[in-house]
């Protein structure tokens, strides 16, 4: 069974920065596709930046030039690098593994438990 863990979430102040990682395990695709989800308070889950073995990685609008995804096959660990933080970033922060092209936002995805980033 494929389970995600992810750590990294905090409180921090606007223009601050924070990494989220998400290990996963018993995920054996051979063309993986890591997700990150993003929730606002009362706003339906949103997806911001994925990555899958081929092309560049995917980023919404949103945080295009602020986040920066990345997978390391080896810890099989996706990260993800958020920089210049505003309020507007605040939300719960999910990863999802699931399969195809990162610009599909990786189709039937399995989930992580979520972790809070507070920016104030």
């Known amino acids: 069974d494929v389970q995600l863990v992810e750590s990294g979430g905090g409180s921090v102040q606007a223009g601050g920065s924070l990494t989220l990682a998400c290990v996963v395990s018993?995920?054996?695709?051979?063309?993986?596709?890591m997700a990150w989800f993003r929730q606002a308070p009362g706003q339906e889950r949103e997806g911001i930046a994925a990555i899958d073995n081929d092309g560049p990685a995917n980023y919404a609008d949103s945080v295009r030039g602020q986040f920066t995804i990345s997978h390391d096959a080896a810890k099989s660990t996706t990260y993800l690098q958020m920089t210049s933080l505003k309020p507007e970033d605040t939300g719960m922060y999910y990863c999802?593994?699931?399969?195809?092209?990162?610009?599909?936002?990786?189709?039937?995805?399995?989930w992580g438990q979520g972790t809070q980033v507070t920016v104030s």
């Open positions: 018993g995920y054996n695709y051979k063309r993986y596709c």
């Open positions: 999802a593994a699931g399969w195809g092209p990162s610009d599909s936002w990786c189709y039937s995805p399995r």
